[in-house]
Every structure is written in structure tokens, then in C-alpha cells.
């Protein structure tokens, strides 16, 4: 995985954060991510991020729970093994409706889970790079990637006077790789990155 | 100023003058301090009280069913009260996280954790009494439909009993995901901010890397907010599942259309009680004070004595139609097995009546909600009366049958029973100390969601704005 440069800018409060997204938008900067210790409602319109499809995900692992369900008790009460249960009709749906139900909340539930893990990268053992260990706790934390062309400096500046009270440049990983958090962690340098 | 605010009028969820690093600090101390004494004779006590559980359930499967004192008339007794008694209680967490999340209640934030960690806790416990009641607990793996070599016979997709396996597994399920998703970025604090080498290993682990991308924040809110909307119809389905197991036999005393609706009450009734219970015990011991309010408690004591009262309702719509069915089947029931305070078991229905329908009616005095000493008493008062409920329910409709020679003789627990119940308070108990001493007992990023629009010191700065005329605003903020 290549190792970029970036600078990072720590701001304290969202109404100084969300003008400054705005000013190192319209400036050009190419915004990696920002870090916030809770969700903060419109900064991903403000930066610009597309809305999740994570809840068209949800539907349709909801109707795959529902055509399991379905499918399944139907195939195995009225083809596989019918039953007489009291003289009832063998495709009995209303008594299946409760299990319909669980399987389609069940399958909605873990699919969604499982694809919110995938897309956000989580999982035990994981590592990723931190830019302040303080993101999660205090601080919103905006990491602006560095291309060949960004001078550092000017950067720098332009963050403080946007309202950044602690700025640093880091080189780090994007990715993630496996590890735990109890040892340093090691970048894999890519030299053809420092060259350029 | 802050991009939102929230009127002085409504109560500060967060009092005292905090920043977001204070919040941080005070839910994050009882997790880096030593436990206290009395957290280590608690823990031990309730790790004593499972060990007991441990004992009458080891001596049931060995010598079988008749350990308990059920026979062929009691064939439910004290176990499957319990179990829906538990069950019952596991309610209040998705409830109070998923519902009023949905309904956007401010208050939810301060105790959702918790109430969600006691859901997960009480449905284990909940779920140990119809397993070991099966007897050759070995072949409990027959509930689950698969392929056998018996035919295959599948289970039947037509009873309830089936219906509360699925019910009860998924909502556990349902619940421990939507719990552990709120935990990640909180695991994620507390792996950041961790001194020594062993917390960072296992926070981190804890925390699957969570850093607090934007990104994953959008991805994490519509998560919440899809596994809200699933747990809603979830919450409500499960007992009403539970209560068909009831409602579509035919016992006088069971077979009756309004034990979903009621049964449903009756959770939410006894699950805030249960939360109630905790909370005021926690937030003494954890000095959170600012963060479960009196505000949370008296919110919460609203909640029981609605749904109290939906329950005495329901109660008393069983007494007349008991009468007004004129089946004399349905009056033995309720009127004389019941109703009747000198029948064998009248007792426990008006034990039930004092703690669940009478007693909680103090809760129309603003005074009574607002008293912390009060709210412990009555919450203890009506998880007694819940149990009461369902051993009613149980017992009163089963012990005497429609042919006087096969009525049981009185019905009484035996040691193994009333150790098992024992056995998941400790259960119960266990996990739950082990949680408030490892876990976040308060929803850490959510606090800090809603710190700025109804923190105590926040909403003072709102008052100038207040007295302004809606010109002045809209000219100065909203141009």
C-alpha cells in the first residue's frame, strides 16, 4: 500500500469545522476524510459524500429472509413431508406469517451488519492508521491528502487561518492491515511514492 | 453558537458545565479505575447465586424433570414463568433504543446502553428455562428445522412453541448486533485514550478499528436507523409470539384475544422497572448523575405508569368478559380461581393487582416521579407483580382441570426450581457487573451528539436568543 503525505488540521468545534470544509473545498484541497468523536449531521453533504445505499441493502436482504421463509416452510409442509395437523390445509399461510416475519428482520439484520462491516472495513484484528488519537474523543480531525504539486507550507496556513488549532504532516498508510493496536505500527514504504 | 438549539423550556439531558473531553472522562472512569469493594462482593455474590443455578440444573438433567415439583396437571410452572418473566424484562432495551430512537426522544441517549446490555442479559436467562425444561436438554438441537435422518421430519411450522424459538433467537440476535454496532465507536474511545499495552490489545480488538470516518458515520447512522425500524415490529412481535403460546390453546384462563396487546404492556411495564432498578443503583455508585437525570427517571416512571395502567385494563376486561361469557368454564377461572382472594391461589392475583395496578398509580405525582427512593421501591414493587402476573396466568389456569379428579394438588416449587431461578440472577447479575465494569456504560458518541443542543450550560446561552423577536434571529443566524 502507498504511503502518502498529508496534513492534518484539528479544529474543536463544528461550527468552525464546517466553514472550513467549505474554504478547503473551494480552495482545491483534496479532503482524504474528517474524524469526529459522534456523527455530525450534514458534513457529509458539506464534504460532498454521496448518500449510503446501505438501506437498499437491507431491503433486499429482507426479502431474500422472506423468500427463504417462505419457501422453505412451504416446500417442507406441503411437497417434502405434508403433515395433517388437525384437518388444516397444508399451505396454511397465516400461521406461518410469524416465522416469515423473524427470518425477514433476521436476515435484514445480520446482512446489514455484515456489509456495513465490509464497507467500513471492520473487523477484530484489524488496524488502521489514526491520525490523533484524540478523533474520538474531543477533537474533529481533517486530514487533507498532499499531491505532488501541494505546498506544505501554504497548506499549513491556509488550515490555521481556516481555524485549525494544531496542525501536523504526517506520512501514513490509507488501508488497513492486520495487527493490534498494543504494538507500533509499521509502514510499508513504497519508495516510488517518495520519489515523486 | 451551536447550529442547533433546543428550547430552555425542555430539560437539560446533560447537566453540570461539560465539554466533549469531560464527557469522555467521567463515562470512561469506572472502566480505568480499580473496582470497588462493593463491586467485588456483588460480582461474588451473584457468581455464588449462578453456581447454585448451575447445581439444580446439573441435578435436573441428571435425575430428569421430577427434581421439579410439575405434574401431569402443573405441567408449566415455575420455569416458564420465569422464562417469560425474563423475557418480559427484555424488552425495555429495544424498546427504549429502538422505538424512541424512531420517535427522536432526546432522553433515550443517556440510558440506552445499559438498558440494551440488561435486554441481552435477561433473553439468555429467558432462554435457559424452556431448554433445560426439555429434559434430554442433549437433543435441544431438534427445535432447529434441518435435513434428518428421521423421515426427515421437520418441526411444525404451524405452533407457536416454534414461533417463540424463532422469535426469541432472532431477537436476541437482532439485539446483540444493534448493541454491539452502537459500541464500536465507544470501544474506539476507550482504545484511544488506553494506558497500558493488554487495554489497547483488547479495546482495539473490541473496536474492529473503528476511527470515526465521516463516511462511517453516515454508513453506522443508517444502520441505526434501519435496525430501529427492524427491531420496532420485532420488539413487539416477540411477545406478542410469547403470548400466543397462551392465547391460541384452549385452557379457560389462556385462550383469550387480548393477551398480545397485553402481554406486550406487561414487558414494557416490568422492563422499566428492571432498567429503573439498575439505573438508580448505577448512576449513585458510577457518579453519573448528570447524565441519567432525574429527568431519564421521571421519563421512564411516565412509561410504567401507562403502561401499568394498560395492563389493570386488561385485567379487568378479562374479569367481566369472564362473566359476560357466561361460559362456566371461563368464570371458574377467573371469577372463583382468580378473583376469589380465599381460592388456593387468590392470593398471588391479588398480590398481583396491589403491586401492578394499584401500587403504581403513585406515579400521577410529579413528586413520586421524581424521587429516586420511590422509583427503586416500586420498581422492585412491580417486577414482583409481573412475576406474580405469569405465575397467575400459569398456574390459576392449569392447577384445577375440567375434571375434579385429575385437579392437582397445590403446587410448590421445589429447591432445584427455585435454584434455577436463583441461577439466572446470577446469572443476570454476573454479566452485568462484568459490564459496568468493562463496557461504556453510557452511550459515549451519542451523549456528544446531543451535548451541545441540551447540555445543561449550552441551553443557558440559549436564553438571550430566546427573548429574541424572530426577525432579530433570522436576520442574525439564519441569513
Redesign the interface.
Known amino acids: 500500500m502507498n504511503v502518502k503525505k498529508f496534513v492534518v488540521g484539528c479544529f474543536n468545534d463544528e461550527s468552525v469545522l464546517f466553514p472550513a470544509v467549505k474554504k478547503v473545498r473551494t480552495a482545491g484541497y483534496k479532503i482524504h476524510d474528517v474524524y469526529t468523536p459522534y456523527p455530525v449531521h450534514g458534513l457529509d453533504h458539506a464534504m460532498g459524500l454521496r448518500e449510503t445505499s446501505l438501506h437498499t441493502a437491507g431491503f433486499i436482504y429482507a426479502i431474500t429472509g422472506t423468500c427463504t421463509a417462505l419457501g422453505g416452510i412451504s416446500w417442507i409442509l406441503t411437497s417434502d413431508w405434508p403433515l395433517n395437523f388437525g384437518g388444516k390445509p397444508h399451505f396454511s399461510l397465516p400461521a406461518w406469517i410469524p416465522i416469515i416475519f423473524e427470518l425477514t428482520v433476521l436476515f435484514s439484520a445480520v446482512g446489514m451488519v455484515l456489509t456495513f462491516c465490509y464497507l467500513c472495513r471492520l473487523a477484530p484484528f484489524l488496524k488502521k492508521h489514526h491520525f490523533h488519537p484524540r478523533a474520538t474523543d474531543d477533537y474533529f480531525v481533517m486530514a487533507i491528502e498532499c499531491t505532488a504539486k501541494t505546498n506544505v507550507d501554504d497548506l499549513k496556513a491556509f488550515l490555521q487561518n481556516a481555524g485549525a488549532f494544531e496542525i501536523d504532516v504526517q506520512n501514513a498508510e490509507t488501508g488497513w492491515w492486520l495487527g493490534t493496536y498494543d504494538k507500533e505500527q509499521q509502514l510499508i514504504k513504497d519508495s516510488a511514492v517518495e520519489i515523486a | 453558537?451551536?447550529?442547533k438549539y433546543e428550547s430552555q423550556l425542555r430539560e437539560p439531558l446533560v447537566y453540570g458545565d461539560k465539554?466533549?473531553?469531560q464527557v469522555?472522562e467521567d463515562i470512561c472512569r469506572p472502566i480505568e479505575v480499580k473496582p470497588s469493594k462493593l463491586w467485588y462482593i456483588g460480582f461474588f455474590i451473584s457468581v455464588a447465586l449462578l453456581m447454585f443455578g448451575v447445581y439444580s440444573v446439573y441435578s435436573e438433567v441428571v435425575y430428569g424433570v421430577g427434581q421439579w415439583n410439575l405434574n401431569k396437571t402443573v405441567g408449566w410452572g415455575w420455569d416458564i414463568t420465569n422464562f417469560v418473566w425474563w423475557v418480559g424484562i427484555g424488552h425495555a432495551g429495544t424498546l427504549i433504543s429502538a422505538i424512541l430512537l424512531l420517535f427522536r426522544q432526546g432522553w433515550r441517549t443517556g440510558v440506552n446502553r445499559a438498558a440494551e446490555a440488561m435486554t441481552i442479559f435477561a433473553v439468555m436467562c429467558a432462554g435457559q428455562f424452556p431448554i433445560w425444561h426439555m429434559g434430554r436438554v442433549w437433543m435441544a438441537f431438534f427445535v432447529m428445522?434441518y435435513p434428518n435422518t428421521r423421515?426427515?421430519?421437520?418441526v411444525?411450522?404451524?405452533s407457536?412453541l416454534?414461533?417463540d424459538v424463532?422469535?426469541i433467537s432472532?431477537y436476541f440476535?437482532?439485539s446483540l448486533?444493534?448493541w454491539y454496532?452502537g459500541l464500536?465507536?465507544d470501544f474506539?474511545?476507550i482504545?484511544?485514550?488506553?494506558k497500558t499495552?493488554?487495554r489497547?490489545?483488547l479495546?482495539?480488538?473490541?473496536a474492529?478499528?473503528?476511527?470515526?470516518?465521516?463516511?462511517?458515520?453516515?454508513?453506522?447512522?443508517?444502520?441505526s436507523l434501519?435496525?430501529a425500524g427492524?427491531?420496532t415490529?420485532?420488539v413487539l412481535?416477540v411477545h406478542t409470539?410469547v403470548s400466543?403460546d397462551f392465547a391460541t390453546s384452549v385452557i379457560p384462563g389462556w385462550h383469550t384475544t387480548i393477551f398480545p396487546p397485553y402481554f406486550v404492556a406487561g414487558a414494557i411495564f416490568s422492563g422499566f422497572a428492571m432498567v429503573q432498578t439498575l439505573m438508580v443503583v448505577l448512576r449513585k455508585v458510577y457518579g453519573l448523575q448528570d447524565y441519567i437525570t432525574i429527568g431519564h427517571i421521571e421519563a421512564m416512571n411516565k412509561v410504567i405508569v401507562l403502561t401499568g395502567s394498560i395492563v389493570g385494563c386488561a385485567y379487568i376486561t378479562e374479569l367481566f368478559m369472564g362473566w359476560y361469557s357466561q361460559n362456566k368454564y371461563e368464570a371458574y377461572t377467573f371469577l372463583y380461581s382468580r378473583g376469589n382472594l380465599f381460592s388456593p391461589y387468590g392470593w398471588s392475583y391479588w398480590g398481583m393487582m396491589a403491586c401492578n395496578v394499584i401500587s403504581p398509580q403513585i406515579f400521577w405525582f410529579r413528586k413520586m416521579r421524581r424521587n429516586v427512593f420511590v422509583t427503586f421501591f416500586m420498581s422492585i414493587i412491580v417486577n414482583i407483580g409481573m412475576w406474580f402476573e405469569r405465575f397467575v396466568i400459569i398456574v390459576t389456569s392449569l392447577y384445577r382441570d375440567y375434571l375434579p379428579s385429575s385437579w392437582s394438588v397445590y403446587y410448590s416449587p421445589t429447591i432445584f426450581e427455585i435454584g434455577f431461578y436463583m441461577g439466572t440472577f446470577g446469572l443476570f447479575f454476573t454479566c452485568f457487573f462484568l459490564f459496568s465494569k468493562y463496557f461504556p456504560v453510557i452511550a459515549?458518541?451519542?451523549i456528544?451528539?446531543v451535548l451541545?443542543t441540551s447540555g445543561e450550560s449550552y441551553k443557558d446561552a440559549v436564553g438571550d436568543i430566546e427573548v429574541q423577536k424572530v426577525e432579530e434571529f433570522a436576520h442574525e443566524y439564519a441569513h
Not at chain 2, 423421515?151 to 421437520?154: E, F
Not at chain 2, 482504545?191 to 488506553?194: L, Q
Not at chain 2, 479495546?203 to 473490541?206: D, L, N, P, Q, S
Open positions: 453558537m451551536h447550529l465539554n466533549f473531553h469522555t428445522p423421515g426427515p421430519l421437520w411444525n411450522f404451524n407457536p416454534l414461533w424463532f422469535a432472532t440476535t437482532v448486533l444493534f454496532s464500536l465507536p474506539g474511545t482504545r484511544d485514550r488506553a499495552k493488554l489497547k490489545k479495546y482495539g480488538i473490541a474492529f478499528s473503528w476511527t470515526g470516518s465521516t463516511k462511517h458515520w453516515q454508513r453506522h447512522e443508517a444502520l434501519v435496525l427492524l427491531s415490529p420485532l412481535s409470539i400466543f459515549i458518541a451519542e456528544k451528539h451541545k
